[in-house]
């Protein structure tokens, strides 16, 4: 995280804040405050040239008491361990708001992967998932993808894992390719569960969905899945960027057009009939709607002021700092976090474990229209708990949301 915001600290203030919110038994927050299991990994990959380098790892599983850990592993040279851990816990509450069976986990590799051979990122993948095959499998700890994580990689470390214990285990990770036990609309989960709350949002503020002009930051997977839905919904995307620049088109963009363009070109900078806008530019237009959807840290104390958006639906993991969150509630602008707006991907890695576990595989209509009620009932979960409590953010009253199951369920385990 580039901003020197410490991820691990900023994670324990939300559930401090929630946590005397709610007046839960001092307990809760004792036992929330901190990753249950952490697992620092350091293994040897050989190179192409015929090298040996050591790599280090993370896993970290942070509460276990509605269900096996859940959350994906990302490759990233800007890895730590303080990164991980506050992901894991942002993980345990964004599977506590939409009620699925799961505590946080995430892992991380301290690598840029585009630095690396097909061959070498294959190896490097298998002896990660060796190193932490004790305390992952599918009734303890489930990973899936995350930054610069794909489908591939998901498919080697299910088949060494198998290998490792002799027989399939389709339900240690989930993001496969559908051949080997991925399930239907995983891809385009995340930006399905996004639409889904959007469209929610829309409805409890008596925004109209058709015609609304909608911003989005960042053009990978959830940006521009998150896109197309919306469009076909009727809205107009009228900007997108990615880490080389930006389209703008006050008249539209087609986001297929533009994804096409960016496949070509690798950056949307430059397609026909755009202007490129600098990111401030971008975040602070005039728009219904705007999508981070990319890092941690855009929407900073210095940006929140100028967001001329009316809702802003959080497509990324922690995109907005904690002193912007309360800016852009005084700003009165609709806040759907990240731990509710995005978390239709791992609503789908559960429904994609649940069908390994039965092997017993659903169309992709099954799979959105039960996406569809889990996305809404979270939403009404959270608005709910928001308009129920003076003085807080969507944000708070998400973590209230997650943190009242929680703690309950800690309750009559006897943990608090
Ligand atoms: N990495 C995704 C997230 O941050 C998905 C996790 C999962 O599917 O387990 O929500």
């Known amino acids: 995280m ?10 324990q203030k939300q559930i401090k804040v929630a946590t005397d919110k709610l007046g839960v038994k001092p307990g ?38 509605i269900g096996p850990a859940k959350g994906g592993i990302r490759f990233h040279p800007g890895v730590t361990l303080e990164e ?24 991380g590799v301290v690598v840029d992967p585009r630095t690396l051979s097909a061959g070498e990122l294959e190896r490097l993948s298998r002896a990660y998932i ?27 470390m299910m088949d060494e894992f198998s290998r490792l214990k002799g027989f399939n285990n389709f339900g240690l990770i989930t993001g496969k390719p559908l ?3 991925g399930s239907a609309g995983r891809e385009k989960a995340t930006a399905r569960g996004v639409m889904f709350v959007i469209e929610e949002a ?21 940006g521009s899945f998150c896109a197309s839905l919306l469009h076909e919904l009727g809205c107009k995307i009228i900007a997108v960027n990615d880490s080389k620049g930006s389209a703008y088109n006050p008249a539209g963009l087609d986001p297929k057009a533009v994804k096409a363009f960016k496949d070509e070109n690798q950056t949307v900078k430059g397609f026909p009939g755009s202007q490129n806008l600098s990111n401030f530019d971008l975040l602070t237009l005039e728009c219904d709607i705007l999508i981070p959807a990319a890092l941690e840290n855009q929407i900073t104390g210095e940006v929140a002021p100028h967001v001329k958006a009316k809702m802003l639906a959080e497509a990324a993991n922690g995109p907005t700092t904690p002193d912007a969150d309360e800016i852009l509630a005084a700003k009165g602008i609709t806040h759907l976090p990240d731990i509710l707006a995005n978390a239709g991907g791992v609503t789908v890695s559960y429904f994609e474990w649940v069908q390994n576990l039965y092997n017993y595989y659903w169309p992709e209509e099954e799979v959105n229209t039960k996406l569809r009620v889990i996305m809404a009932d979270a939403f009404r979960d959270v608005y709910g708990m928001y308009k129920n409590h003076d003085g807080i953010t969507m944000r708070n009253a998400a973590y209230m949301v997650a943190i009242n199951r929680l703690a309950k369920a800690m309750e009559i385990r006897g943990w608090v």
Request: glycine share 12%.
């Open 28 to 65: 809760v927050y004792e036992i929330l405050k901190q990753p249950q299991t952490v697992m620092e990994v350091n293994f040897p990959v050989r190179m192409d040239d015929g090298s040996i380098r050591t790599f280090t790892g993370y896993r970290a599983q942070h509460n276990l008491a």
């Open 84 to 107: 991980v851990k506050a992901l894991s816990m942002w993980m345990t509450f964004k599977c506590g708001v939409v009620g699925v069976p799961y505590g946080g986990g995430k892992g």
């Open 179 to 181: 051949i080997i036990g």
């Open 202 to 222: 829309a409805n409890a503020i008596g925004m109209a969905l058709p015609g609304a002009t909608v911003v989005i930051q960042g053009y990978g997977n959830a």
């Open 130 to 156: 060796t190193a932490i095959a004790p305390i992952v499998g599918p009734e303890k700890d489930i990973p899936a993808p995350d930054v610069y994580t794909n489908a591939q990689i998901m498919a080697w």
């Open 2 to 11: 580039a901003t020197g915001i410490n991820p691990f600290e900023m994670a």
